[in-house]
């Protein structure tokens, strides 16, 4: 069975040696790897896996460049490397433009760490960029454990954006909105919203989870599991022991995250 996990997270070797520890306790919670890129491949290697996307987080302008940089470095067969920019970057659009012309596949925008709202005016523009220049973005959604629980990210801000734009190929986190998902099965469910499901799992009664999972198009769930928040090999046991349909499950593990990735007219 082939495998593709979109959504990853890892750090050049130095940074993650200070930033893994820093992102534990500001998150409350235990990496199960060091943030290495060599860990992450050895994890893929144990469990099947593979492809990962990497997501990276731009948590100021600055960052946009030495994200780009490294993005480029690790880029192969097996590491997707979606870059990062910051909103209020004043050259925001010609990154979005760079990302592009570098050949990466997408993009990963969290409003938690880079404080703005799904749904502001501001976002929208760059959202009409990203669509213009069809790229794929990553956008984390719902709550996030390390912050407060102020609504930025929930379910009827994600929609107003996929209102605006229905062809932009927006990727929204953890089953739809993390520890939203009320209004995920009152607002997106069922509609051509593409959803990952890590951190999800780990959450919802099974059953609840099947049931959402069914209830929604089968061409818009993917497999992701934000590792190293959480065990890539755990995530894939709990979406296995849903027992969903082997032709859901291929879809889900593999083929739906192929076709938004290497689609031709990508
Ligand atoms: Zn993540």
């Known amino acids: ?4 996990d979109i959504h990853t997270h890892a750090f050049p070797d130095n940074v993650a040696e200070k930033a ?3 992102l534990e306790e500001e998150g409350k919670i235990k990496a199960k790897l060091d943030g290495k890129i060599s860990s992450l491949l050895s994890s893929m ?3 099947g896996i593979e492809k990962s ?8 302008p600055t960052q946009y460049n030495p994200i780009l940089k490294w993005s480029k470095e690790i880029n192969s067969e097996r590491i997707i490397p979606f870059p990062s920019f910051h909103q209020d970057d004043p050259f925001v659009f010609e990154r979005i433009e760079e990302i592009k012309k570098e050949g990466f596949k997408g993009i990963k925008l969290h409003p938690y760490y880079q404080k703005f709202v799904v749904d502001e005016e501001k976002m929208m523009k760059i959202y009409d960029k990203i669509c213009k220049e069809n790229l794929i973005l990553v956008l984390h959604t719902g709550f996030d454990f390390a912050f407060e629980r102020v609504k930025i990210a929930d379910p009827e801000k994600i929609m107003n954006v996929k209102r605006v734009f229905p ?8 089953l739809g909105a993390w520890e939203d998902w009320d209004n995920v099965e009152k607002y997106m469910i069922g509609k051509e919203v593409y959803m990952e499901i890590s951190f999800s799992l780990e959450f ?3 059953e609840r989870a099947k049931r959402m999972i069914l209830a929604h198009p089968s061409d818009y769930i993917l497999f992701g599991t934000d590792s190293p928040w959480t065990d890539q090999g755990e995530t894939l046991n709990l979406f296995k022991k849903l027992k969903l349909p082997s032709e859901l499950e291929e879809k889900i593990l593999y083929l739906n995250a192929e076709k938004l990735l290497f689609q031709k007219d990508n």
Do not use: G
């Open 204 to 206: 919802l009664e099974k």
């Open 53 to 60: 996307v990497i997501c990276s987080i731009a948590t100021k």
């Open 1 to 4: 069975m082939r495998i593709i």
């Open 45 to 47: 290697d144990k469990h």
């Open 167 to 174: 062809n932009l190929k927006l990727i929204t986190t953890h």
């Open 20 to 22: 893994i520890p820093l």
